[in-house]
C-alpha cells in the first residue's frame, strides 16, 4: 500500500510483558515520528527519527521504552515490563520534508495495545 | 515550551449548522499552524494549514486563519455534514525549533441528521 503501515493493529498483554510494534513508513520519507493516544490526552510526541541523524527521544516517558529504525525504513517501538498505564493507542507518521517548520505527517491507523 | 489548547468537546451539531471550533496556542518564534482530522477507524490526515500571520488555510468547506494577535487558530465551516462527524486536531510547528509538531488535546465533533 502506499500509506503508513502499522503492526498489529490492536494487542493485548499481561502487565510486565514485553511488546513490539511495527510501523512501515511511506517510502521515501526521510521523518518517522512515535506518539500516544490516551483516552481524553491528545497526541504525547515520544520519539523522532531524521535520516541518519541521531533520534529525538525527549518524549519517552521512561527506560521501559525504546524504539530504532532499520536501514532508515522500518521502526520499531519496544515497550518492556508493561504497565497498565502504557495502555494506549501507539501512532506512527512519517515526513517526506523534513527540517522546515511546514512538513505534513501521513499517520498510520495505529496500534491499539491494552495491558492488563 | 509549545502548547496547544482547544476547546473541549465532544461538540454535537444539527447538519448544516455553523461549525467553530476553538484552538489558541503558545510557541516560541512563527510557528505553522494545522488542523489534521481523524475519521472513524482511520489514521489522522492534514485538513489545512497556515504559515504565517493572517493566512487562511482552507479545505472540503473548513477554514482557518492564523491570527497572531490573539495567537488562534480556530477552525469555521459554514455548514457541517454528517460525514464531518470525526475529531479535530489542531497543532503547531515551532519556526527554527526541532521541527516536531505539537498537538492539542483533539475536539470530537458530532453532526447529527
Known amino acids: 500500500g502506499a500509506g503508513v503501515s502499522q503492526s498489529p493493529s490492536n494487542k493485548v498483554t499481561e502487565k510486565g510483558k514485553d511488546v513490539e510494534l511495527r510501523c512501515d513508513p511511506i517510502s521515501g520519507h526521510t521523518a518517522l515520528y512515535w506518539y500516544r493516544q490516551s483516552l481524553g490526552q491528545g497526541l504525547e510526541f515520544l520519539i523522532y527519527f531524521q535520516g541518519n541523524s541521531a533520534p529525538d527521544k525527549s518524549g519517552l516517558p521512561s527506560d521501559r521504552f525504546s524504539a530504532e529504525r532499520t536501514g532508515g525504513s522500518v521502526s520499531t517501538l519496544t515497550i518492556q515490563r508493561t504497565q497498565q498505564e502504557d495502555s494506549a493507542v501507539y501512532l506512527c507518521?512519517?515526513?517526506?520534508?523534513?527540517?522546515?517548520?511546514?512538513?505534513?505527517?501521513?499517520f498510520g491507523e495505529g496500534s491499539r495495545l491494552t495491558v492488563l | 515550551g509549545n502548547s496547544v489548547t482547544q476547546m473541549e468537546g465532544p461538540v454535537t451539531l444539527s447538519e448544516e449548522a455553523f461549525l467553530t471550533i476553538n484552538c489558541t496556542y503558545t510557541?516560541?518564534?512563527?510557528?505553522?499552524l494545522f488542523w489534521y482530522v481523524q475519521y472513524p477507524g482511520e489514521g489522522l490526515q492534514l485538513l489545512l494549514k497556515a504559515t504565517k500571520a493572517d493566512d487562511k488555510g482552507s479545505n472540503k468547506g473548513f477554514e482557518a486563519t492564523y491570527r497572531k494577535e490573539t495567537t488562534s487558530f480556530h477552525l469555521e465551516k459554514g455548514s457541517v455534514q454528517v460525514s464531518d462527524s470525526a475529531v479535530y486536531f489542531c497543532?503547531?510547528?515551532?519556526?527554527?525549533?526541532?521541527?516536531?509538531?505539537?498537538f492539542g488535546r483533539g475536539t470530537s465533533l458530532i453532526v447529527h441528521p
Open positions: 497543532a503547531l510547528i515551532s519556526s527554527g525549533g526541532s521541527y516536531i509538531p505539537t
Open positions: 510557541a516560541t518564534g512563527y510557528p505553522s
Open positions: 507518521a512519517s515526513s517526506l520534508v523534513s527540517g522546515t517548520d511546514t512538513g505534513e505527517l501521513f
